[in-house]
């Protein structure tokens, strides 16, 4: 499973991989999935919103559009996703002490904030002996940020990775997706070391590594991969997914959002199941 952030830098904003700006809405995303049955998949679609954006929230009808979200099949054809069938959890997710969420933009005041969507389908999916699903959403446009290149013109991608086979299909082996449970989007400060961590963990005690990887579509900007995705040195760990870095005035005055995109592999007996 991939996580996007956005990192604010406070003066800075850290976009783990999300993204944020006034110029447009989402701050991150991510896939999650469960095993309900044999085949069978319940499938949630997690988003978040900046509050203070002049754009609409997401809503079911415009997350099952077929131009924006699908699940690609290695062994047949694309795979439709219809989120309109039930309810939507909200809630307010944003980065500020329990006594500052009044003042956030989620309830019209000068803080930032960040809303989280969840939207949940029920999935069955075909076995294939030969590759991942590939659950997508795309979307115009992402936020500013000072490693992407022309992000407000780039759409923002979401996707993920299922196995689904004779061997893992939720009924002769289970494969749930690995959590992230760590805060979207972190406030960071200049010239304050960074100690991050995504805390991922596996419902199904699989083996999981975790990297730093390139945003879809068109990865990091000029200068900036996936090895070094800040204009200072990162220190991350693949089995613990833990961050450090020291965030730089000039990293501040290039642009308060960065933008980090990470992604958890899930692997059982030697072979990869999800991500």
Not at 120 to 131: E, N, R
Not at 158 to 185: E, K, M
């Amino acid at each position: 499973m991939k996580k996007f952030l956005q990192i604010l830098i406070l003066g800075l904003a850290l976009i783990f991989i999300g993204k944020q700006s006034s110029a447009t809405h989402l701050g991150g995303g991510e896939w999650k999935w469960t095993c309900v049955g044999p085949n069978t998949y319940e499938i949630q679609l997690i988003l978040y919103y900046d509050c203070g954006s002049s754009f609409p929230p997401p809503n079911s009808s415009s997350v099952s559009s077929p131009a924006r979200t699908t699940i690609q099949n290695p062994c047949g054809p694309n795979l439709s996703l219809d989120f309109t069938n039930s309810p939507v959890i909200i809630r307010e997710v944003s980065s500020l002490c329990a006594s500052s969420l009044n003042f956030s933009s989620c309830n019209s005041g000068p803080l930032p904030g960040l809303r989280e969507y969840r939207f949940t389908t029920i999935v069955t999916l075909p076995s294939c002996p030969s590759g991942l699903f590939r659950p997508v959403y795309s979307r115009c446009c992402r936020n500013s940020s000072g490693n992407l290149d022309n992000p407000l013109a780039t759409n923002y991608v979401v996707d993920a990775g299922i196995r689904n086979d004779a061997t893992t299909n939720c009924s002769s082996g289970n494969n749930n997706s690995p959590v992230f449970d760590a805060q979207p989007l972190p406030y960071v400060c200049v010239g304050q070391t960074v100690n991050y961590n995504f805390n991922v963990s596996d419902p199904d005690a699989d083996s999981l590594g975790i990297f730093v990887v390139d945003p879809e579509p068109n990865g990091y900007g000029a200068g900036f991969d996936a090895q070094d995705p800040f204009p200072v040195p990162i220190n991350f760990n693949n089995q613990t997914g833990q961050i450090s870095f020291i965030p730089t005035a000039a990293m501040e005055a290039t642009n308060t959002n960065w933008v980090l995109a990470v992604e958890a592999r899930k692997y059982r007996n030697g072979n990869i199941i999800g991500r």
